[in-house]
């Protein structure tokens, strides 16, 4: 009597996690459970850490590494949902590309600039020169920016890829090294970025 049940409406997505559209909760010592129960309800808005209003967004980026000639590719695809950084609602997203080492930024790079979307799409291709002895010494950190004419640009969120990685980012790294010369494509939830020093 004290348990509730959960029906959760998920949309499906074949290269990420798949994104929540609602849910409806049934605590089960609200319904009389000796007879059938056909109703409709309403979905309600997810709340709490998975809820929309607390995400900053999903990117899709592509990886391939080709051990033989020493090259990191990174294809920055598509990204979505981003959080509104604008007083008009959008944002004028870009995205950085910076490969690491020990804490020190070795190469970095940036697409162009979408203009007033949270949906933006890239397709752009960058290529890192990362020797086969140093690819699981380095880390990529991904970062989606807002940017901005007249302040600053701000960072909405990152993702963090590499040995040390852990969960999603972990197994794109290691999905990318157990398949030389092919692109890995995978979406991923962007992180809070603010512990990401600033240019």
């Not at 849910?23 to 010592?29: F, I, Q």
């Not at 056909?38 to 209003?53: A, I, K, N, T, Y």
């Not at 969960?167 to 030389?180: I, K, N, V, Y």
Request: overall charge neutral; charged content about 30%.
């Amino acid at each position: 009597m004290n348990k509730t049940l959960v029906f959760a409406i998920f949309d499906f997505d074949r290269f990420s996690k798949h994104d929540q559209i609602g849910e409806v909760k049934v605590p089960l010592c609200t319904v009389d459970l000796a007879q059938t129960i056909e109703e409709w309800r309403e979905l309600q808005s997810v709340e709490g850490e998975g809820g929309q209003e607390n995400k900053l967004g999903d990117i899709c980026f592509s990886l391939r590494y080709v051990p033989t000639a020493g090259k990191l590719t990174v294809v920055i695809l598509e990204a979505k949902n981003l959080k509104k950084m604008d007083v008009g609602g959008l944002s004028d997203p870009y995205v950085k590309i910076a490969l690491m080492q020990n804490g020190k930024r070795l190469k970095k790079k940036k697409t162009s600039i979408k203009k007033c979307t949270l949906n933006p799409y890239y397709n752009e291709s960058f290529t890192f020169e990362v020797p086969f002895e140093q690819i699981q010494k380095v880390n990529l950190v991904i970062t989606v920016v807002d940017y901005d004419r007249i302040g600053t640009s701000e960072p909405i969120g990152k993702v963090v890829l590499g040995y040390n990685a852990s969960g999603t980012e972990l197994r794109h790294w290691s999905d990318m090294l157990a398949s030389p010369r092919r692109p890995i494509a995978q979406w991923h939830t962007l992180k809070d970025p603010e512990d990401e020093k600033k240019d």
